[in-house]
């Protein structure tokens, strides 16, 4: 009998043993599961952040491009045409190609 309960006390102790460990596991895989928690929390917080920001700047976008278009007169009635536009732009060109054509002649002349 006294092999039996050795033997009981035994087998006791492994449990014991295995029961210390398997709670050392759980607590791990707690803290593991607590730490992945947080971290997508953290991840949610920051997606979020960055939506409400490329909002912003979408709005912001939209309202200086809205602005630009009254300051241009190309939106409304009673706007500048598009014609008008194009004839100023290509002024533009030829003003600045004059410019340069004559400053070309007057850099040729003065160094001959």
Do not use: C, P
């Not at 920051?46 to 630009?68: E, H, K, V, Y």
């Not at 007169?73 to 194009?86: D, E, H, N, P």
């Amino acid at each position: 009998m006294s092999s039996s309960r050795t033997t009981e006390e035994t087998y006791e102790a492994q449990n014991d043993q295995r029961l210390d460990e398997l709670h050392s596991k759980i607590r791990t895989l707690r803290g593991v599961t607590t730490d992945i928690y947080d971290d997508a929390e953290r991840q949610h917080l920051t997606l979020d952040d960055t939506g409400n920001a490329f909002s912003s700047l979408s709005m912001s976008l939209s309202q200086s491009s809205r602005r630009a278009a009254q300051a241009f007169g190309l939106s409304g009635a009673g706007g500048v045409r598009q014609m008008r536009i194009i004839m100023y732009i290509v002024g533009s060109f030829l003003a600045l190609w004059l410019v340069w054509k004559t400053k070309e002649i007057w850099w040729v002349g003065g160094s001959a």
